[in-house]
């Protein structure tokens, strides 16, 4: 049985909580373990002290105390603290409950439950910090202990020697055993007033009318002797007497056999307790499933003398489960299987073949009828897949599989496919009087193996090529790059947490006088055998990969920390999505200011990769020129460039891109672009940057076309400063 998965709600506290199986047993074996020793008549101080060792051994590396509060003095006394010191028993004697009285007497104070996870910081321990110090007590949490009147009158804490604050279990487990305390000091009230057969029946009564569970207490011989309201509500009964003399057999639902019981009784009879699930039935013939604990009570001599049964209906926890199953397996849209079902369906029956099926152009529906269109849209067709005889699987967002059980040829499931395609081009799809056609991207893989992995990368395949229908080729060695990319992903990861990232810096000359003037700075990565890993190898995995905005905030605290003692100006290179990353864009504000490098740092903004937000761009430079930096646009004059997107972002540098300059001497279109870029520049009063200037006769022909600087290996190479 899966234990995370088996979880039981408990109601009588104020709030619900869930507990899993193993926990509501161990909490049942406390009750159990002090309802055995009340019932033989163990006194007040044996009992509370047994209750401390019963939680100490649930909660490991703590200790349990109990105290009471005096009606005279308004103090506070332990009781009970069998772990606790002497000396510990004395400086907590005489506490005040209040606002800084600790954990216990604020529970007392406010008659509520306090957590305390770290003693030595929380206001609520101030006035008794000495003790936190004194005996190492890191956290504690505290329940109060009620009487009949829900008044606290003390109470039940356990403390650790680590900070850390409480699961639900640990609460209910706190408010059980402040329940316990409760009862056994009612117990020694009534003790004064009762002969010893009459409290131990009252402590049994008071027990069993108290808690949650069914409980019913049989005589030697198996006979029902005494049952609580929540059995008889649990099983449907109205009178005692139609349970009371019978033997429990009258709740068998005849769902287990006889070696079941037998098991059971062997493990009662030999170790006196037994515990499990069971299926039941109620008077009215309905199955109940619940969790059943059973100890044999023994007289002085040892012998049986009682049985004690505890039930926990587990109604709700097969609910529960039912619906965990639904959201683990199901999707919740379209109620079709999800991707973690046809994990698990392909492991189980190994399928011969899956095809996954991509939704083309689906965010454009979203974007412009709304995601409601969209989930419709995707029910719709989870639906239509169902109408053609298929049993599909919601695999994504707008993904859907389907497994083929039985061997077939790439040319069979090809026809079947296009067929299948051909239809669903001819299908409309309605949604609030709007029609739709809809067209899918299909991947393919046929075998025994990684099915779900070779569809999927066939599927890619095909979006990438945009071609319908892909199918997963072995040749292809696709899953040796994603092996090698995992690689990568890896040791950039390795390399930011061990300081392997680093900056090399490339000088940039005023053509005019010859001189450096400014750094372009440039990530390199060394590997874990001290090699240079060059950018092209690990900055487009870091994007994919969300480290790249760790990267560039590692290469703006590096550059700004080296140049905040040195004067030239330095370029730092930043992508669209750098700065569409609040955070990053935070630490930079943050770092240039805190190194006074924002008058003379300068920001590459690469354009050639694409801007999806002008606005949020420009308010980035906005905010960064007004603190004193520069504006670069890089690898101006390809890819997305355009004079007018330029003219949006205020820039005080055009950098023209290389393949330009490196053509510059034996391209006439080269030139006359050039002289366009330049020419341009000067209208907008930007300088210009010519990069890849790898010889005399390209930096002549720069100088010529009245570029501002010049960077490349002719004027200088990356290297460390």
Known sequence: MNESRNCISLENSTDEVTLSSAEYSQILDIQQNIFELLLVGRNQQEVLERLCHLAENILSNSVASIMLLDPVTGLMNVVAAPSIPDAGHEALEGLKPGLGGGSCGNAVFHNEAQFVQDTKTDERWKDIRHIAYDF???????????DLSNKAVGSFALSSFEHRGPSDFHKRLLENC?????????????????????????????????????????DKYNNIIEVNNALMSAFGYTNKNEVIGYNPKIFASGHHDQKFYTQMWNSILKQGHWSGEVWNKRCNGEILPEWLSITAILDDQHKINNYLAVFSDLTKLRESQKKQVELAFFDQLTSLPNRQKIVADIEQNEPKACILFNIDDFKEINDFFGIDAGDSILYQVGQWFIEMGFAPYRTGGDEFAILFHEYTTWK??????????????????????????????????????KLLTRSDIALHRAKEKKIPIALYEEEENIEEIYRSNITMASSIRKALANQRIICHYQPIVNISTGIIEKY?????????DGKFVPPMDFLPIAKKTKVYSQITREVIYQACSLFSTRSESFSINLSDSDIRDSDTVQEIIKTITNTRTASRIVFEILESEGIESYEEVASFINHVKSLGAKISIDDFGTGYSNFENVLKLNVDYVKIDGSLIQGITSNSRHNIIVDSIVDFARKIGAQTVAEYVSDKAVYDAVKKHGIDYSQGYYTGKPDSL
Not at 136 to 146: E, G, K, V
């Open 136 to 146: 190492n007590l890191c956290s504690c949490w505290s329940m109060p202990i009620r």
């Open 178 to 218: 402040a329940f316990i305390v409760a009862m056994v000091l009612k117990r020694s009230e009534y003790e004064s007033h009762i002969d010893e057969n009459q409290k131990k029946l009252q402590i049994l009564g008071t027990a069993i009318h108290n808690t949650s569970d069914g409980i019913l207490v049989t």
């Open 412 to 449: 069979q499931l090809n026809h079947q496919i296009i067929t299948l395609m051909d239809l669903l081009e001819k299908k409309v799809f309605i949604v609030s009087n709007e029609m739709f056609n809809i067209r899918m991207s299909t991947g393919v893989a046929i075998g025994t193996g």
């Open 520 to 528: 372009e700075t440039l990530v390199r990565m060394i590997d874990e």
